[in-house]
Structure formats: structure tokens, C-alpha cells
């Protein structure tokens, strides 16, 4: 349990770190990444769909992981990858 508490939590800031500058976008379990070694570390990969804010917003490939929002009305916003994240 301690584990996976730790990998969630560095996922989390890792969102924390990336939702100061933009949206990743495509947050889906391919896109979530644990790296074993000595410690374990938790990795958010593949940002071709990283938008920095004030930019259009395109290319969203996994409508699976979308918040409602950004389904029905195209809004765009942090909150996109924190729903990503819970799904």
C-alpha cells in the first residue's frame, strides 16, 4: 500500500509541475509509467499533446480519459488532466 501511495503521489506532482505551464492532454494508463530500480519512480511520458496555456487546443487522442467538460464544450482547463488522472 505504502508503494503505490508513493507512486500516486509523485504522479500527482508530476501533474502539479506540468499544470503550471499547460495541459498534458492525453493522461491515460499508457501515458503513466513506474521505473524499478533501487527506488521507485513514477513518470509522466508522452507529452505530444502538451498545450501551453493561451494556445489552441488540439489533438487530444484519448476521448476516453476527457472530462465531460472538454467533451461537450471544448473548455479547456487544468481540470482536463486532474479527470484524466482519476480514470
Known amino acids: 500500500l505504502k508503494e503505490r501511495l508513493r507512486v500516486t503521489l509523485q504522479w500527482l506532482e508530476g501533474l502539479d509541475h506540468l499544470s503550471e505551464k499547460g495541459i ?3 493522461l491515460s494508463p499508457k ?3 513506474i521505473k524499478k530500480g ?3 519512480k513514477a ?3 508522452d ?3 502538451f498545450r501551453y496555456y493561451g494556445r489552441e487546443r488540439w489533438g487530444l487522442t484519448n476521448p476516453l ?3 465531460p467538460e472538454y467533451l461537450k464544450e471544448k473548455k479547456v482547463s487544468s481540470k ?4 484524466s488522472m482519476g480514470v
Open 65 to 67: 480519459a476527457c472530462s
Open 24 to 26: 498534458h492532454g492525453d
Open 47 to 49: 507529452l505530444g499533446c
Open 80 to 83: 482536463l488532466d486532474v479527470w
Open 43 to 45: 513518470v509522466i511520458i
Open 31 to 33: 501515458n503513466l509509467v
Open 38 to 40: 533501487r527506488d521507485i
